[in-house]
């Protein structure tokens, strides 16, 4: 099998291994087998995805297989609808056929989510630098995206900002470099800073509200083979017009975070309890409160600087 | 050895992947075929049991996609291993002796067919005089009514019509107990003689829980599967038949008829054997006259041609159905469903 | 609370087999890896206090009631049976107790 | 000496722990990861809250859950009742945990009667199906008091993951699991 890029490929050959369910993207530590006879989920992976590794050949042995398509034959036609199949039962609200890219997005990580356990895989985006890694947890509201797009203008290498990937066996995050969520007021935000090149098309109206993605880029894939040393944990809390503050917080709360956003911790079991421990040993916790987006680099700056290299 | 690749017939090909995922034969190097395979495998569920039974390779890819498989395939293992513990610790310092069933016995007795399984639920049965005192112990210890069975009419129609209560799931950890008194509801056309096979069950280790013998458990393996409907998944059902038929001895599978035959469970045991004949090419002999064309035809479409067989799927259920309820119930049964579900 | 047999039975000793959990500290707060179960647990310093009682030897539940307070070093009133029977049973109860002797 | 005093300090730890244990907090928290869940239970899950469970709001969105009730008048309620309904509340949200719409449109107190809270009553054996409150596109529409029964059970996800205390956790679980991998 050979790798190629996306971009590489003619888009009749897209076309064609997308319908037969063979366009194998090859990403950080998986390949998943990407079927979808939808234009504007081509489309958007065309162009999102564009300077990505495509493995060639008829015989991959793939980690994921994600089907993206109608949900029935009869919706179809009628109600056009879209639905994202990762080849084991799960209950996909069908969403309305003009949102399969997020279809896509929800989907790939889906498979992530419930079908990966060599990597504990906690709900957290993560950026890093020579230094090592910093861990922005999920939370609702919390603005985890934003900051992730924020520090990646910083000159942050972005890992991902779904998930936290951490090997069992090192005690290191792995990459897993994806188009970058953003919900409502942030998209702006980031067409500001990003540029507005750097940002894919509006999906309004889906279940979060307004949903866009930022590009990924370059830099990330090629760098994306790289594990890094987890050295910060940040539990973000936007407050609009909130003054910024900075809590440190007990590691055992942390853990207690993490462990609670993971839905692969319990099927690893005691690998995942020593890797998670061992990445604690190394890390200090704080909870950040912030109004704004240049608050938040600040208030992550000033912690970052204060990290020992 | 020349390297095949995986045949076009399709009734050829599946019992190639058998072969492969049993063990029978080494997983082929052929790159093609290998994915080919891999990606059935991954599809049917059964990767976890391929990983217990494939020898170390030196591709890479494969190792990565055995050991997610094995791991997840272990958690399985370690849950139902530890919700057995938990039953046992519920009854103990009591008479009551709990038999269990499928994979709960199969991972307590650390058989190949219960690696690999991905269930849920554990499986009991108890006798029908000791189902209110065991009940009573279950919910002190934490089990409670399964939410979607709470209401009134379900906890009826499982205490008038069924072979086991209605589900109980732990409060804290969410599992779900079947507490089975019979094998089959007591409206089904055949009826096992569980207390035969109760009689003849023997303890784990130094325990007080139980597990059928050998011939019997595989027997309960083939009602389960062809008279209760759980074909759904049909590759990691005929692995599990052609696993527990494996374990028996000479004298063992020359009983098995003999003794189906002394249950009342002659035709669930005999397409069994004519599914393990055709998949795996086992040397029995069937008699075919007890088996209907249809039946043999829809299993072929949904284990041949994999999950683009929903014809196939509505006739095992409404036929699984059709075997544990008189036709009248049934339809009385499904209209409520269909009710309260729109 | 939800303990099933009676566990107030003087032939039944109860002890802890530290082989069957992994444990990890930070400060006050113990995370412990059940291996049987498979699930982690967060303990204080008095349930950390009880693993390693029961972990010395087995004990009768009527020995545990009696012996804990002066193994904790408080007095019988401080730590009273209903707090000490409230605390073996969500051990028990997450399956880190194992029957020892009947 | 110094040896001595962390042996003391360690020994009133303990003590303390001990006092709250007798209070009936528990020794051992057990770590809900989330694990199958999702692929488990479905959307259309429901489920049913076993006891009364009535719901203060403030103006700042704090919010109490609880089984008694309190007097209303006119639109006004018995300042008494609420001060018995805080301190016996079985769960205390923080400020904002409560959206908006929910709250107190005014705020005046006078003779025992106030219009600073608003009180929403839920019975035993209330069933609630959360995909209710999913509209068409699957934005969440929260409505009278299931709905904020359920902004409210989120927040206690958002808190305190997916453990069991609270009715109805793991089924909203599920789906918000659904809606947050995207």
Not at chain 1, 36 to 50: H, I, N, P, S
Not at chain 1, 178 to 194: E, G, H, M, T, W
Not at chain 1, 240 to 262: C, F, G, H, T
Not at chain 4, 58 to 64: H, N, P, T, V, Y
């Amino acid at each position: 099998m050979k790798n190629v890029a996306l971009s590489d490929l003619p888009p009749e050959t897209v076309k064609r291994l997308l319908s037969e369910g063979r366009l194998y993207l090859h990403l950080g530590p998986y390949v998943t087998a990407l079927s979808t006879k939808d234009a504007g989920v081509r489309e958007f992976l065309t162009d999102m995805y564009q300077d990505c590794s495509i493995l060639v050949g008829e015989e991959a042995l793939v980690d994921f297989s994600l089907e993206v398509r109608a949900p029935n034959l009869v919706r179809r036609y009628i109600r056009r609808q879209i639905v994202a199949d990762p080849g084991f039962y799960f209950p996909a609200v069908p969403l309305p056929v003009k949102l399969g890219p997020l279809c896509l997005e929800m989907g790939m990580n889906l498979c992530v989510a419930l079908q990966s356990f060599r990597q504990a895989i906690f709900h957290a985006g993560v950026v890093s630098d020579q230094k090592g890694g910093i861990v922005i947890a999920a939370r609702s509201g919390g603005g985890k995206s934003t900051l992730t797009a924020a520090l990646m203008e910083e000159g942050f290498r972005l890992l991902s900002d779904e998930f936290a990937i951490l090997c069992a066996e090192t005690s290191f995050l792995l990459a897993y470099p994806r188009p970058v969520s953003l919900k409502n007021q942030s998209i702006d935000v980031v067409r500001v800073f990003a540029g507005a090149d750097q940002v894919s098309d509006r999906l309004t109206g889906t279940p979060k509200g307004d949903i866009a993605y930022r590009r990924l880029r370059k830099s990330d894939l090629e760098t994306a083979n790289l594990p890094a040393k987890a050295k910060l944990i940040l539990f973000p809390r936007f407050q609009a017009e909130a003054a910024p503050a900075v809590e440190k917080m007990d590691i055992a709360d942390a853990a207690m975070q993490l462990i609670a956003s993971s839905p692969n911790y319990q099927v690893i079991g005691e690998p995942a309890f020593h890797a998670l421990m061992q990445m604690l040993d190394g890390v200090e916790a704080y909870e950040i409160t912030y109004g704004n987006t240049e608050d938040s680099l600040m208030l992550v700056k000033d912690l970052w600087e204060a990290v020992d290299g | 050895m020349v390297e095949m690749a995986t045949s076009e017939n399709p009734h050829e090909r599946v019992r190639q992947f058998f072969c492969f995922a049993s063990g029978l034969t080494p997983l082929p190097t052929d790159a093609k075929a290998l994915s080919d395979f891999v990606s059935w495998a991954q599809r049917g569920h059964i990767l976890g049991q391929v990983a217990a039974v494939a020898s170390a390779s030196d591709n890479k890819r494969l190792q990565t996609l055995l050991e997610n498989a094995a791991t997840r395939s272990a958690y399985d293992k370690r849950m139902l291993k530890f919700e057995t513990e938990r039953i046992e610790r519920a009854l103990l310092g009591t008479d009551i002796r709990v038999v269990l069933l499928k994979g709960s016995a199969y991972v307590a007795e650390d058989l190949l067919a219960g690696i690999g399984r991905r269930v849920s639920d554990i499986d009991i049965l108890v006798k029908e005089e000791d189902l209110p005192e065991a009940e009573k112990l279950l919910r002190q210890a934490g089990w409670k009514d399964e939410v979607s069975t709470a209401n009134p009419y379900d906890q009826k129609y499982y205490r008038d019509w069924m072979h086991e209560l209605p589900p109980l799931r732990h409060s804290k950890r969410r599992t779900i107990i079947d507490v089975h008194h019979r094998l089959l509801p007591r409206t089904a056309r055949i009826s096992p003689d569980h207390l035969a096979m109760m009689a003849d069950a023997s303890p784990v280790g130094d325990g007080n829980l139980l597990v059928f013998a050998p011939v019997d458990r595989f027997i309960h393996s083939a009602i389960h599967i062809f008279a209760d409907g759980a074909l759904e998944t049909p590759a990691r059902s005929l692995l599990e038949l052609f696993y527990l038929f494996n374990d028996l001895s000479v004298q063992e599978r020359d009983s098995l008829e003999s003794r189906a035959a002394f249950l009342n469970v002659m035709s669930p045991v005999q397409i069994a054997l004519w599914a393990l004949k055709r998949y795996f090419g086992v040397m029995v002999i069937v008699n075919k006259s007890n088996i209907s064309k249809v039946l043999r035809l829809s299993i072929e479409t949904m284990v041949e041609n994999g999950r683009a067989a929903p014809l196939a799927r509505v006739l095992l259920y409404v036929r699984s159905h059709y075997l544990r309820m008189p036709l009248p119930l049934l339809m009385a049964h499904l209209f409520r469903k269909a009710i309260r579900r729109g | 609370m939800t303990v099933s047999a009676n566990p107030n039975n003087d032939h039944w000793l109860w002890g802890v087999y530290t082989n069957h959990m992994v444990t990890h500290s930070f400060g006050d707060t113990t995370f412990v890896y059940n291996r049987q179960s498979g699930t982690t647990h967060i303990f204080n310093l008095v349930s950390m206090a009880m693993i390693e009682f029961l972990s010395e030897k087995p004990r009768s539940m009527n020995e545990i009631i009696r012996d804990f307070p002066a193994y904790m070093g408080v007095d019988a009133a401080e730590c009273p049976a209903g707090v000490v029977r409230r605390l073996f049973g969500e051990l028990d109860e997450i399956g880190l107790l194992e029957l020892v002797q009947s | 000496m110094v040896e001595q005093d962390n042996k003391k300090e360690f020994q009133e730890r303990r003590r303390q722990l001990l006092r709250l244990g007798a209070a009936g907090v528990p020794m051992v928290l057990t770590l809900k990861a989330s694990a199958a869940q999702p692929v488990h239970s479905a959307l259309d899950c429901s489920f049913v809250i076993p006891t009364t469970s009535n719901i203060l709001v403030d103006s700042d969105g704090r919010a109490w859950i609880g089984s008694r009730g309190v007097r209303e008048k006119s639109g006004e309620l018995k300042v008494s009742d609420i001060d018995k309904f805080r301190q016996q509340a079985d769960f205390v949200f923080p400020n904002g945990s409560a959206p908006s719409k929910f709250r107190p449109d005014t705020c005046d107190t006078q003779k025992g009667w106030t219009t600073c809270y608003r009180f929403y009553e839920i019975d035993s054996n209330t069933n609630i199906t959360p995909a209710d409150y999913l509209n068409s596109s699957g934005n969440w529409s929260l409505t009278g008091a299931k709905g904020l029964y359920l902004a409210l059970a989120s927040q206690y996800i958002d808190t305190y993951g997916n453990d069991g205390g609270f009715p109805g956790i793991s089924c909203l679980t599920s789906i918000l699991t659904y809606l947050e991998y995207q």
